[in-house]
């Protein structure tokens, strides 16, 4: 039996999000749930386009897309945090001066370090 939150969930949009992924892609995207999962409890909430991340009544993060070689994944928060050396962009998101997103690519399951780790944990805040 799988312990992996990723191979447990059966919804179709999360099945059609994952299908045809090389497997160096699907390695890290069960690497980086694999690191949420033991920071707290979380769940998938797969979409048309990407899958979300929530922890108790919202979403954390989302994986929006798995390319031939990374994960993308933006974490919205509050505000905006430039001294970092984990996010390739951050962007308010247009109309809301309280979401900006942060977004980081993971190449390598070794991306996922000391600081992506401090902030998954404030996404769980």
């Not at 979300?52 to 390319?67: K, M």
């Amino acid at each position: 039996m799988s312990t992996s939150l990723l191979d447990q969930n059966n919804d179709p949009l999360l099945k059609t999000f994952i299908a045809g992924k090389p497997d160096h892609t699907l390695a890290l995207l069960q690497h980086f749930i694999a690191q949420y999962e033991k920071l707290g409890k979380i769940y998938l909430y797969p979409t048309k386009s990407m899958t979300g991340i929530g922890f108790n009544d919202s979403r954390v993060a989302w994986i929006t897309q798995l390319g031939k070689n990374f994960v993308h994944i933006v974490f919205p928060f509050e505000k905006a945090y430039p001294d970092n050396l984990c996010f390739q962009k951050i962007a308010q998101v247009p109309g809301n001066n309280r979401q900006f997103n942060h977004h980081c690519r993971m190449y390598l399951p070794e991306d996922i370090n000391e600081e992506v780790l401090a902030f998954m944990r404030l996404s769980l805040e």
